[in-house]
């Protein structure tokens, strides 16, 4: 069964620090899909990043990078010089595409709550 | 672009009342998911449909039902409401459900009270 950790539940940072959120996963397919969503506070689900198990090459949007390494089952989401607006929920999320067992709904981690401290 | 709508947006209910959520996907999506999220948890998978037949069932509660019409709109039918299901409903949809591309709606806030 598909499994997603995220081992901090919440965060505290200082404005323009960096933070990296982990994201641990397990599956047992080999074609399937990880992504980022951020939960601010008004609760929408903003999609930040989707990846294939077939790219692992790693990904810098803005302030944003993702480090995605099959060996170790991880995409880590990097954050450079966080800033307030970046307070939010962050999710790591993982769908398999290929299971066979008719399953593929999106499976979320726990979530990691990040504060930017100003 | 045209995104997920999801409606009511904000919706108040007694317990023991039925409360319905509307779902329209993306034009030409044929697969839609419905996730609960409560508060302080991550979203939970309740059921899926891949045109108009359910394709996958989660944790969703006996007392839901759900349905995907011909037009490709879903609706979450809750009854028998309790405290519990206080939460945040998500509706995502997709283009087949072997995609990595699926798009959230902003949510239906429900409060039972």
């Known amino acids: 069964a598909q499994k997603v950790t995220q081992a901090q539940t919440e965060i505290s940072v200082v404005e323009k620090e960096d933070v990296t959120l982990d994201c641990v996963y397990e599956?047992?397919?080999?074609?399937?899909?990880l992504f980022w969503y951020k939960q601010p506070p008004s609760g929408e689900l903003v999609f930040l990043i989707r990846?294939?198990?077939?790219?692992?090459q790693n990904e810098i949007s803005g302030r944003y990078s993702w480090n995605f390494q099959k060996s170790t089952s991880s995409f880590n989401f990097t954050i450079t010089a966080s800033q307030v607006v970046d307070s939010a929920v962050y999710f790591c999320?993982?769908?398999?595409?290929?299971?066979?067992?008719?399953?593929?709904?999106?499976?979320f981690g726990k979530g990691t709550k990040l504060s930017v401290i100003p | 672009a045209a995104g997920v709508i999801q409606s009511p947006r904000h919706l108040i209910k007694e317990k023991r009342e039925t409360a319905t959520l509307k779902c329209y996907p993306i034009?030409?999506?044929?697969?839609v998911y419905w996730y609960q999220q409560g508060p302080g948890q991550d979203p939970q998978f309740l059921i899926s449909?891949?045109?108009?037949?359910?394709?996958d069932k989660g944790s969703i509660p006996d007392r839901f039902s759900a349905q995907q019409f011909s037009d490709y709109h879903s609706e979450l039918n809750m009854s028998s409401l309790e405290l519990g299901d206080s939460a945040l409903y998500f509706c995502?949809?997709?283009?087949?459900?072997?995609?990595?591309?699926?798009?959230f709606g902003e949510g239906s806030r429900l409060t039972v009270l």
């Open positions: 999320a993982l769908k398999e595409v290929d299971s066979g067992a008719g399953s593929y709904q999106l499976t």
């Open positions: 599956t047992r397919d080999t074609t399937y899909y």
């Open positions: 995502a949809s997709s283009l087949g459900y072997y995609t990595g591309e699926l798009f």
């Open positions: 990846r294939n198990s077939f790219d692992e």
């Open positions: 449909f891949y045109e108009k037949m359910q394709s």
């Open positions: 034009p030409r999506h044929d697969t």
